[in-house]
Nanobody
Framework: QVQLVESGGGLVQAGGSLRLSCTAS????????MAWFRQAPGKEREFVAA????????AYADSVKGRFTISRDNAKNTVYLQMNSLKPEDTADYYC??????????????????WGQGTQVTVSS
């Protein structure tokens, strides 16, 4: 049974930083692309960042490029999202997701079968 467990969310002031973590179990982690999505109240779930199975290729939404960094530690079955220079518009529930692929990770949420329960990020102005 695949499980993805996120942690690291919280309340932070604008300009601050948070690091989200997502630890996976029940899968061969180094065969999966990993991604982060977010969903704000009343909005659709949107792509934030993705990383390929080996960690050598990453992709970001334009809205977070230069502020967020995705990384992974395959020895720990964990993917991270370092979020710097946070803005109030970054406020959302953040979800970790996984797809068994060695290709470029897709950006559509429907392409991913496994999801974590989400962690809330609130950025105050």
């Amino acid at each position: 049974q695949v499980q993805l467990v996120e942690s690291g969310g919280g309340l932070v002031q604008a300009g601050g930083s948070l690091r989200l973590s997502c630890t996976a179990s029940g899968l061969t982690f180094n065969m999966f692309a990993m991604a982060w999505f977010r969903q704000a109240p009343g909005k659709e779930r949107e792509f934030v960042a993705a990383i390929n199975y080996g960690g050598g290729s990453t992709a970001y939404a334009d809205s977070v490029k230069g502020r967020f960094t995705i990384s992974r530690d395959n020895a720990k079955n964990t993917v991270y999202l370092q979020m710097n220079s946070l803005k109030p518009e970054d406020t959302a529930d953040y979800y970790c997701t996984a797809r068994p692929t060695r290709s470029v990770p897709p950006r559509g949420p429907r392409e991913y079968a496994y999801w974590g329960q989400g962690t809330q990020v609130t950025v105050s102005s």
